[in-house]
């Protein structure tokens, strides 16, 4: 994702969606000029997710597990964990990628793939080809390419990875393959998570056509509220800490076809 970080309610981009033509040209004859059209994105940060946590006075004062910051730095992980949860949920705004797409790159199949070890690699390649064949190679050599798979796939994929190859298959076998930063196979950067959407939907394309926005007046802030209330009685005795993320989505239509919901079994 492209990561825009601002306070306003909305960010409007634009790009061209009706280009110039090339055209022959004639010695000593008049050319024409060409019209383009700009049309609008708009990103909006219009939703909220929160969390917020109560500790009686007493309880804050007795042990020495959990400090308030300590809360604090738990919320954040949280609602990384959520917005993480949120990206991968967009799927509907995506283009299908199914079992007609690993030999035709115009399928925009939703038959979902069952994924083994055998065709991992088929699935990979088959990612590349659609984006090589909407005309997405020099995007993807600037921005590069990436798979965001489920544990049941990097498995195959590491199954794969240990199986060909030589030096790559030795370090696989020697190492296994590392997450923290991603797997660098077949050109791609292969990720993992366990926060895709139920369904059976895995994230696909070349990074950053799509935009996340967030709002920092609030990422990040954690706020420390003494005494709050908690029930309709009134205000309780301890700290109330409270976190939140306030954010929005755009999909550009200009990348359509270079962000997939890859469709698996």
Same mark, same amino acid.
């Given at each position: 994702?492209?990561?825009?970080?601002?306070?306003?309610?909305?960010?409007?981009?634009?790009?061209?969606?009706?280009?110039?033509?090339?055209?022959?040209?004639?010695?000593?004859?008049?050319?024409?000029?060409?019209?383009?059209?700009?049309?609008?994105?708009? *990103?909006?940060?219009?939703?909220?997710?929160?969390?917020?946590?109560?500790?009686?006075?007493?309880? *804050?004062?007795?042990?020495?597990?959990?400090?308030?910051?300590?809360?604090?730095?738990?919320?954040?992980?949280?609602?990384?964990?959520?917005?993480?949860?949120?990206?991968?949920?967009?799927?509907?705004?995506?283009?299908?990628? /199914?079992?007609?797409?690993?030999?035709?790159?115009?399928?925009?199949?939703?038959?979902?793939?069952?994924?083994?070890?055998?065709?991992?690699?088929?699935?990979?390649?088959?990612?590349?080809?659609?984006?090589?064949?909407?005309?997405?190679?020099?995007?993807?050599?600037?921005?590069?390419?990436?798979?965001?798979?489920?544990?049941?796939?990097?498995?195959? *994929?590491?199954?794969?990875?240990?199986?060909?190859?030589?030096?790559?298959?030795?370090?696989?076998?020697k190492n296994g393959i590392p997450v923290q930063?991603?797997?660098?196979?077949?050109?791609?950067?292969?990720? *993992?998570?366990?926060?895709?959407?139920?369904?059976?939907?895995?994230?696909?394309?070349?990074?950053?056509?799509?935009?996340?926005?967030?709002?920092?007046?609030?990422?990040?802030?954690?706020?420390?509220?003494?005494?709050?209330?908690?029930?309709?009685?009134?205000?309780?005795? /301890?700290?109330?800490?409270?976190?939140?993320?306030?954010?929005?989505?755009?999909?550009?239509?200009?990348?359509?076809?270079?962000?997939?919901?890859?469709?698996?079994?």
């Amino acid at each position: 994702m492209e990561v825009v970080y601002t306070n306003n309610y909305s960010k409007i981009d634009g790009y061209i969606s009706s280009e110039s033509s090339v055209v022959a040209g004639t010695r000593g004859t008049a050319y024409r000029y060409n019209d383009f059209t700009i049309t609008a994105e708009t *990103l909006t940060i219009g939703s909220t997710k929160m969390v917020a946590t109560f500790i009686d006075e007493i309880d *804050l004062a007795q042990q020495s597990y959990v400090s308030q910051m300590t809360m604090a730095d738990y919320h954040g992980k949280q609602l990384d964990e959520a917005v993480e949860t949120l990206v991968l949920a967009q799927h509907a705004s995506w283009v299908n990628f /199914g079992t007609g797409d690993l030999t035709d790159p115009t399928a925009d199949s939703d038959t979902a793939i069952t994924v083994s070890s055998s065709n991992i690699d088929d699935i990979l390649r088959a990612i590349k080809t659609k984006i090589y064949y909407n005309n997405g190679v020099d995007l993807a050599v600037e921005r590069g390419i990436f798979a965001v798979l489920r544990a049941v796939d990097f498995q195959a *994929l590491e199954a794969f990875a240990q199986a060909n190859g030589y030096n790559i298959a030795d370090n696989a076998l020697k190492n296994g393959i590392p997450v923290q930063k991603g797997f660098h196979y077949f050109g791609i950067d292969v990720y *993992l998570s366990n926060s895709h959407a139920s369904g059976g939907h895995i994230f696909a394309g070349i990074k950053r056509c799509g935009q996340l926005g967030i709002a920092p007046a609030t990422w990040g802030q954690a706020k420390f509220i003494q005494d709050p209330v908690i029930a309709a009685a009134g205000p309780a005795s /301890g700290l109330g800490i409270v976190s939140r993320v306030d954010y929005g989505f755009d999909w550009p239509a200009q990348w359509a076809e270079f962000v997939m919901d890859v469709r698996v079994a």
